[in-house]
């Protein structure tokens, strides 16, 4: 089974990209599964449903939605076996800039608002630099010459990624990052590995901690200075 993961910041237009991209794999072989995760809460469900494709949704909660999407990897992939589907596509949330999502086999996909500033793409971290294709939205609210800097700081940051300009809205570009899935001859093994460390959750902090004070605070932590160290037994 193909495993694709589709990662970005908030307001990026995952889900609308996504959804364009969907109509246009159901006119070929493809035959998809769409996982949904999100922190708090999704109506994203009903949005795919209309599409006529298995979905599943999951809320991390109060855990970190890498965290969550890696440790219930196994249970999505059972999810698209079940309905007979041959490509697997994980939608994760995007909360932090520090996202990791994507694994050896599958094909990554970081999805980047071109109005979130020039040099957002530098501030990013492996969801962009470990991505094989970035699609940049919003490409129409902005300048040629700024749509030529933004796509030269991805390069900066992901040299080999592939760039997309895709309009959530109408579907403009779809076609192209349809094909990408297409082409794409990974299959998913049950000895996946993540391309990149994920973010830590190895703290106090982590498990419900909520007094402030540094005393209080055990685990895996980094200071003002960007040292880091672990305390406790």
Known sequence: MKLVIIAGTPGAGKTSILINTIKILKGTITKPAVVKVDCLATDDDKR?????????????????????????????????????ADTLIMETAGLCHRCAPYTDNCLGICVIDSTSGPNNPGKTGPFLSCADIVVVTKGDMISQAEREI??????????VCKILD???????????????????????????????????????L???EQRVSKK??????????????????
Not at 152 to 158: F, M
Not at 216 to 233: A, D, S, T, V, W
């Open 48 to 84: 795919f449903a209309t599409l006529n494709i298995p979905v599943l949704t999951g809320l991390s909660r109060d855990m970190c939605p890498d965290h969550f999407s890696i440790y219930n990897l196994d249970e999505m992939i059972k999810f698209a076996d079940k309905n007979s």
């Open 150 to 159: 933004f796509r030269e700081k991805i390069l900066e940051a992901n040299p």
């Open 166 to 204: 895709i309009n959530g809205l109408n579907g403009q570009g779809a076609a192209e990052l349809a094909k990408h899935i297409i082409a794409f001859d990974k299959k998913v093994t049950d000895r996946e590995r993540l391309r990149h460390n994920a973010p830590f959750s190895v703290c106090t």
């Open 206 to 208: 982590c498990v419900g």
């Open 216 to 233: 209080y605070h055990r685990g895996l932590l980094r200071n003002m200075n960007g040292f880091q160290k672990y305390i406790g037994e």
